[in-house]
């Protein structure tokens, strides 16, 4: 699913493989944000967010790929570190199940 521009810019001379803003895609009935979408949004204009200090060890297990402690947010969580959106989380069970892509994910 993509959220398109009102206006398109002159791209004639590009090759643009999609138009827009990759908002997520649906599996099995429901909606999976994108990590696009996470760095599109404010940390305000969402209703879940977790957010982090910059000195916190959670933040580092996160940018890790593992699970990381939440408060009791229900489904999906916009991950941020001092109100600066990192990505998505899905929280279960008291934890946050890691979405952070894992091509961006640090080995500490």
Same mark, same amino acid.
């Given at each position: 699913? #993509? %959220? &398109? /521009?009102?206006? #398109? /810019?002159?791209?004639?001379?590009?090759?643009?493989?999609?138009?827009?803003?990759?908002? +997520?895609?649906?599996?099995?009935?429901?909606? =999976? /944000?994108?990590?696009? &979408?996470?760095? #599109?949004?404010?940390?305000?204009?969402?209703?879940?967010?977790?957010?982090? $200090?910059?000195? *916190? =060890?959670?933040?580092?297990?996160?940018?890790?790929?593992?699970?990381?402690? $939440?408060?009791? *947010?229900?489904?999906?969580?916009?991950? $941020?570190? =001092?109100?600066? /959106?990192?990505?998505? +989380?899905? =929280? $279960? *069970? +008291?934890?946050?199940?890691?979405?952070?892509? @894992?091509? %961006?994910? @640090?080995?500490?």
């Amino acid at each position: 699913m #993509y %959220l &398109l /521009p009102e206006i #398109y /810019p002159d791209t004639k001379k590009l090759k643009v493989l999609r138009y827009g803003l990759h908002l +997520g895609v649906l599996k099995k009935n429901r909606f =999976e /944000p994108s990590h696009a &979408l996470s760095h #599109y949004l404010k940390v305000e204009d969402v209703k879940n967010v977790e957010n982090f $200090s910059v000195q *916190s =060890e959670s933040i580092l297990k996160y940018l890790k790929g593992d699970v990381v402690n $939440s408060n009791d *947010s229900r489904g999906w969580v916009l991950v $941020s570190v =001092e109100g600066i /959106p990192l990505g998505w +989380g899905k =929280e $279960s *069970s +008291g934890v946050i199940k890691n979405h952070y892509p @894992k091509g %961006l994910r @640090k080995v500490f």
